[in-house]
């Protein structure tokens, strides 16, 4: 099967999603990270075409215009986005493409593209959840208190994802979302007809 | 997630099912391989209970009549059956439960039964199906040649499956099966709700 597969995952805030991609990345061949756009400036040790692609407001809106975005939102005065060119070319040369995006970005993407699978990374509990965010220490109180109500109104779309994994052991974590992207390769979708046909050929 | 959830195994004769079953039940804990019941007399080398329930036509027939069965059917003057009581039984308590049956069979318990995965295991060539079979060679060439022809008669069923598996590389064939058992745990169903009602208690 050389067609690849979108694999959309979101979660709340320091649930944990970059790490597991990581070792997804490390794990698997042929799976590509899909890498964001947006028109706010670079922070300190942000690679342009790896943390984000750079861009101008005049570019990002030009891309809009010619359609070059799978989801772009608008938040806080910059723009931030899916640029389709990376994903696009990844899918049709077979490479599988993880979108890491929030749950409005989600939705976007659900509306315009067929055939993805969508994945809600959740926290074992609310309270660790709550530490998890804690410890990132690099916040203000309220500004965990944001994460953790923004987190709470994230949860809220579970049911529309397709897939969902509770981050207690990254081990586990890991192995299900790999065990997502094999399984997802063996469903039975339009390529089984082909498949017939071949073998009755053959016969 | 504690419920076990039914995964329907089939595919044409010598096609290899029985052997990535084997390594699947010795690869993951908390795996139940359903037996079927029969009227037919044990062959020689057969374990009641472990190749077949060895049961009287009388001891069938009660059982159809106090619904025992998740599907049977009557062939050649012997029933076959798959008795419902272990399926359950394994099920309630939280292990997965495999199916090996013929696409009537599977057919049969997808109309009685709602939330199973069906996987449908191929050969990677219809030459190379018709080399399986000739090799097992414990039959005549007429014996053989209706193998084949049930064979292209099964595979007609594969669009009424969930999942399918080309079974080339054995290990890889294991894999996929057991990717599939993994991720079907990981799908958002009614459980999605509870665990979200829980996330809003504890906040």
């Known amino acids: 099967m050389l067609k690849g597969r979108l694999f959309v995952i979101s ?14 990345l490390n794990l698997k061949d042929r799976v590509s990270l899909s890498v964001s756009a947006t028109t706010r400036a670079p ?11 750079f861009l101008t407001h005049e570019d990002f ?13 608008y938040v806080h005065g910059n723009y931030y986005g899916t640029p ?9 040369k077979g490479w599988d493409v993880i979108l890491e995006i929030d749950v ?6 659900k509306e315009s593209y067929d055939g993805g699978a969508y994945i809600f990374i959740l926290p074992p509990s609310i309270k660790e959840l709550r530490n998890r965010i804690n410890k990132r220490g690099t916040e203000s109180a309220e500004a965990a208190e944001l994460r953790m109500s923004k987190a709470m109104g ?13 981050n207690d052991d990254l ?23 082909a498949l017939l046909n071949r073998f009755k050929e053959e016969n």
Chains 1, 2 share one sequence.
Request: glycine share 8%; aromatic share 10%.
């Open 11 to 24: 979660g709340p805030s320091a649930v944990g999603k970059g790490t597991i991609i990581n070792e997804i």
């Open 43 to 53: 922070r300190a040790g942000e690679t342009e075409g790896v943390s984000y692609y």
């Open 61 to 73: 809106e030009a891309r809009i215009k010619n359609d070059g975005f799978l989801e772009y939102a």
């Open 84 to 92: 389709k060119a990376h994903v696009e070319e990844y899918l049709e």
């Open 104 to 109: 409005q970005g989600a939705m976007k993407v």
């Open 154 to 166: 994230e949860i809220e779309y579970l049911d529309k994802y397709d897939y969902f994994i509770i």
């Open 171 to 193: 081990d586990e974590a890991v192995n299900a979302v790999s065990a997502i992207m094999t399984s997802e390769h063996q469903k039975i979708d339009e390529s089984a007809e």
